[in-house]
């Protein structure tokens, strides 16, 4: 008995060196800016957070926004695809990238829908594009609803707004919604990051150590983690009946080989939306405009210049 006492013990002490071993310490934003902010770089105060943003070209404001646990630089694609068509406005949401978190800790959608009237009316936009990944395409299509004057056309990129299954939630999520997982907020190593967004690409040989680095770096920004731990215990999918009544046009964009937010919610969205044009990308991932941005920058341009429906087909 006192063998498997032993034993057991040193396996805990094992793990417990271990886990300390991945603890990883916030980082400074001002550490974060001298690398991730640009002279494109702009920060505007909203509630008492420094958002950062970008907004570059002319012509039609298209407003890009992020999914969970990214930035603005997943747009670095379509801003250089789409810069000589649209005025290309892109921001870290509250709670990720140079941002930083709320002091309110308030993640809930409707914070975000109100945060995003607040920031357009800031820099006086009262007509534009909208396009959205994952919580940003939560978020944009929201937004559509609550303000149908404001946004004139959406583009939805692997969005969420309908509930995981539960053999379908992904692991990150399972993790964090668990009673351990305020133990484990700071185990976040580089390896786990990559792994991470290995399973977000389609195709992960186009995961290169810039693309782990960027993502590492902005999750270790100060106040992050617990913002991301708040975010995903709290948020719920339970609006997505409002989806029948938006009718703003609407462009689906979807990863066929999306693990996070399965092909078939881009089909569902396709039938609940009332003027919608899906195009599927069977080879590509969770984040297909940082994958694929040319391709997925294209289809966009079509929609947002051309005829809404009819013109998307499905590509390889």
């Not at 940003?136 to 004057?149: D, E, K, L, S």
């Not at 992050?224 to 703003?248: G, H, V």
Request: proline letters at 5%; charged letters at 20%; hydrophobic letters at 40%.
């Amino acid at each position: 008995m006192k063998k498997v006492t032993y034993y057991l013990l040193a396996i805990f002490i094992i793990i417990f060196i271990v886990l300390v071993a991945m603890i990883r310490k916030d980082v400074p934003v001002e550490e974060l800016k001298a690398q991730y902010a640009n002279e494109d770089s702009k920060f505007m105060k909203i509630d008492g957070m420094d958002v950062h943003y970008r907004d570059e070209g002319k012509g039609t404001p298209l407003v890009l926004i992020h999914g969970i646990g990214s930035s603005l630089n997943t747009w670095d694609g379509w801003e250089e695809h789409l810069q000589g068509s649209f005025r290309i406005i892109r921001l870290d949401l509250p709670g990720f990238g140079l941002t930083g978190p709320h002091a309110n800790h308030d993640y809930s959608i409707e914070f975000y829908v109100t945060f995003m009237k607040t920031f357009l009316d800031n820099l006086k936009i009262d007509s534009c594009y909208m396009a959205g990944n994952s919580l940003g395409g939560y978020i944009t299509w929201n937004v559509a609803a609550a303000y149908p004057n404001l946004v004139k056309r959406i583009i939805l990129i692997d969005a969420a707004g309908y509930p995981f299954s539960p053999d379908a939630t992904p692991f990150v999520f399972k993790l964090v919604q668990s009673p351990i997982a305020p133990l484990l907020k700071n185990v976040t190593p580089r390896f786990l990051v990559a792994q991470i967004i290995n399973q977000v690409y389609g195709d992960d040989s186009k995961v290169t150590d810039e693309v782990i680095d960027r993502y590492y770096h902005q999750i270790l920004r100060e106040g992050n983690r617990d913002a991301f731990l708040d975010l995903a215990r709290n948020i719920q999918f339970t609006q997505y009946e409002k989806l029948k009544s938006i009718n703003t046009p609407a462009l689906i964009l979807w990863g066929g080989k999306d693990t996070w937010v399965k092909p078939i919610c881009g089909k569902r969205f396709d039938n609940d939306l009332p003027h919608s044009e899906l195009i599927m990308y069977p080879s590509a991932g969770h984040i297909p405009m940082e994958e694929i941005p040319e391709q997925t920058a294209h289809d966009a341009k079509r929609f947002l210049l051309g005829d809404l429906i009819n013109f998307g087909e499905n590509v390889n």
